[in-house]
């Protein structure tokens, strides 16, 4: 089976294939996103035996995606997110997927740390792994789960959750946890000010 036909058999509300140019498609929620300051399109696509194609972000540049909608998800209280990435970025925190509020400042948000480590910020909670070394310029697959009481992360097939969170509690909170939702965004995390910009490719984001 195809990474594709996996994908629509899990019945995703968004799924950004990240195949366009400019502005790109949520092929099942209707969710378009913007480009702002020019993430490269059309590279290299991180699924082999896929020829769609990837995003490309520089965090020089700023360089990410955007749709500023309302209430996203805010009924949602479980849920997964995936991804595909590649980076050999070694800043604290690059932002692969957030979605947020500049009222509340309450995100949830997932992020490749300046160790390979991958990190859940749910406000005010942060839940990072002790595994690392996923800046490694290779292609991994990021997933992040919640039954609404508990959050589970899985890289590449494998669990590498934490039964400790890094600070606060791992309450598994969800997209109804934050109020007023007016940023959705690939490649940062857009709150009052732009924070945390990926470097690398990222591919295939669904919700």
Same mark, same amino acid.
Not at 111 to 119: D, K, M, N, Q, R
């Given at each position: 089976m195809s990474y594709e036909s996996e994908v629509t058999a899990d019945s995703p509300v968004n799924w950004w294939?990240?195949?366009? $140019?400019?502005?790109? /498609?949520?092929?099942?929620?209707?969710? /378009?996103? *913007? !480009? @702002? %300051?020019? !993430? /490269? =399109?059309?590279?290299?696509?991180? @699924?082999?035996? =896929? &020829? =769609? $194609? +990837?995003?490309?972000? =520089?965090? +020089?540049?700023?360089e990410y995606l955007i749709n500023n909608t309302s209430d996203f998800r805010n009924s949602d209280n479980a849920g997964s997110i995936e991804a595909w990435f590649s980076s050999t970025a070694t800043d604290s925190y690059n932002c692969i997927f957030s979605c947020s509020s500049e009222i509340s400042g309450k995100t949830l948000s997932l992020?490749? &740390?300046?160790?390979?480590? @991958?990190?859940v910020q749910a406000s005010p %909670?942060?839940? &990072? *792994? %002790? +595994? *690392?070394?996923f800046n490694d310029g290779n292609t991994h697959h990021v997933v992040l789960t919640s039954d609404g009481s508990r959050y589970k992360i899985y890289v590449d097939g494998a669990d590498i959750s934490l039964d400790t969170p890094t600070l606060g509690a791992d309450d598994g909170n969800w997209f109804d946890s934050i109020p007023s939702t007016d940023n959705v965004v690939i490649g940062a995390l857009k709150q009052t000010n732009l924070n945390f910009p990926f470097n690398g490719t990222i591919d295939e984001v669904a919700v």
């Open positions: 294939r990240l195949g366009d $140019t400019g502005t790109q /498609t949520d092929e099942v929620g209707g969710l /378009t996103l *913007t !480009p @702002i %300051n020019s !993430p /490269t =399109d059309g590279v290299a696509g991180l @699924i082999g035996g =896929d &020829s =769609d $194609t +990837a995003v490309s972000f =520089d965090s +020089a540049s700023s992020h490749l &740390s300046g160790s390979g480590a @991958i990190a %909670n942060l839940i &990072s *792994t %002790n +595994a *690392t070394g």
